[in-house]
T-cell receptor, first 113, second 113 residues
Framework: GENVEQHPSTLSVQEGDSAVIKCTYS??????FPWYKQELGKGPQLIIDIRSNVGEKKDQRIAVTLNKTAKHFSLHITETQPEDSAVYFC????????????FGTGTRLTIIP | DGGITQSPKYLFRKEGQNVTLSCEQN?????MYWYRQDPGQGLRLIYY???????QKGDIAEGYSVSREKKESFPLTVTSAQKNPTAFYLC????????????FGEGSRLTVL
């Protein structure tokens, strides 16, 4: 089955700096890659997703890049703010199926004021 | 406000007892899911349901049971056969099975004493 590895497990950055979280996946048939943000005591929330026919997608301060050849994708957060502090999960699935989503182990991002 | 409601938020049970976690959604979504979250691990799929009166096992279904008698409701029973039931449980829904945003509840933390 699919295996998703996520790094780093914890990340601290100064407010205003950029943060990058990386994920690799094992199944070359995977074609859907969402990122979820989980704040303390809450359920995860989708922040951005990308499909395999696109190499990069941006939404304000957040961007995701996908390298299908290397089978890795990354989340980039620019101009970080305290409210960006949370746990971030990457995921991958094939056949665009939610039931086949495999999640990474999460990255705890801390923004230092 | 539309969303997913999970209850209870915290639950303590003695070993050997079955417990049922409630999940209700008013988003009119067809698909519903149960995930388990353990420290340092990604979300793992327990069961999912695409339509009423139908559900499928996920990756870690052993020791769990579900029902889907109504579109809005997808309760999860943690049975005494689950060897390590202490965990954080998340319910989610999506419009359909094709990849798209998963909407999560705020979770239920089960502690078995």
């Amino acid at each position: 089955g699919e295996n998703v590895e996520q790094h780093p497990s914890t990340l601290s950055v100064q407010e205003g700096d950029s943060a990058v979280i990386k994920c690799t996946y094992s199944d070359s048939a995977s074609n859907y890659f969402p990122w979820y943000k989980q704040e303390l005591g809450k359920g995860p929330q989708l922040i951005i997703d990308i499909r395999s026919n696109v190499g990069e997608k941006k939404d304000q301060r957040i961007a995701v890049t996908l390298n299908k050849t290397a089978k890795h994708f990354s989340l980039h957060i620019t101009e970080t703010q305290p409210e960006d502090s949370a746990v971030y999960f990457c995921a991958a699935s094939k056949n665009f199926g939610n039931e086949k989503l495999t999640f990474g182990t999460g990255t705890r991002l801390t923004i230092i004021p | 406000d539309g969303g997913i409601t999970q209850s209870p938020k915290y639950l303590f049970r003695k070993e050997g007892q079955n417990v049922t976690l409630s999940c209700e959604q008013n988003l009119n979504h067809d698909a519903m899911y149960w995930y388990r979250q353990d420290p340092g691990q990604g979300l793992r799929l327990i069961y999912y349901s695409q339509i009423v009166n139908d559900f499928q096992k996920g990756d870690i279904a052993e020791g769990y049971s579900v029902s889907r008698e109504k579109k809005e409701s997808f309760p999860l029973t943690v049975t005494s056969a689950q060897k390590n039931p202490t965990a954080f449980y998340l319910c989610a829904s999506s419009e359909g099975q094709v990849a798209g945003e998963l909407f999560f509840g705020e979770g239920s933390r089960l502690t078995v004493l």
